[in-house]
């Protein structure tokens, strides 16, 4: 049974800075053929993808809100993949969620019907 179980959510102020983490379990985590990825869905919105990370970790793609603020990535050893999130926003405010697309690379546009896995969240807060 394949679980995600996301952590390091919280309250900051904008231009604070939060790591998640997201462990992995009964999953192959450093297989090639799979699509990694974090989504954000924020109150009355829909969920959008934030980042992902595919073929061995050299592609990573992230929404353009988010560049140059947010880093992805994973560690095999660990089964575990990793957002850190820097100058935060107010409009960063979201649930997060970590998921994985099995057997599969990434498609683009990212959609989250894709993706097979998925945690339970972890609530992101940056007041201003």
């Known amino acids: 049974q394949v679980q995600l179980v996301e952590s390091g959510g919280g309250s900051v102020q904008a231009g604070g800075s939060l790591r998640l983490s997201c462990a992995v379990s009964?999953?192959?985590?450093?297989?090639?053929?799979?699509?990694m990825g974090w989504f954000r869905q924020a109150p009355g919105k829909e969920r959008e993808g934030v980042a992902t990370?595919?073929?061995?970790?050299?592609?990573?793609v992230y929404a353009d809100s988010v560049k140059g603020r947010f880093t992805f990535s994973r560690d095999n050893a660990k089964n575990t993949m990793y957002l850190q999130m820097n100058r935060l926003k107010p409009e960063d405010t979201a649930m997060y969620y970590c998921?994985?697309?099995?057997?599969?690379?990434?498609?683009?546009?990212?959609?989250?019907?894709?993706?097979?896995?998925w945690g339970q969240g972890t609530q992101v807060t940056v007041s201003s």
């Open positions: 009964g999953y192959t985590f450093s297989s090639s053929r799979n699509c």
């Open positions: 998921a994985v697309r099995a057997g599969s690379r990434c498609w683009y546009p990212t959609r989250t019907l894709d993706f097979d896995y």
């Open positions: 990370i595919d073929k061995g970790d050299s592609i990573i």
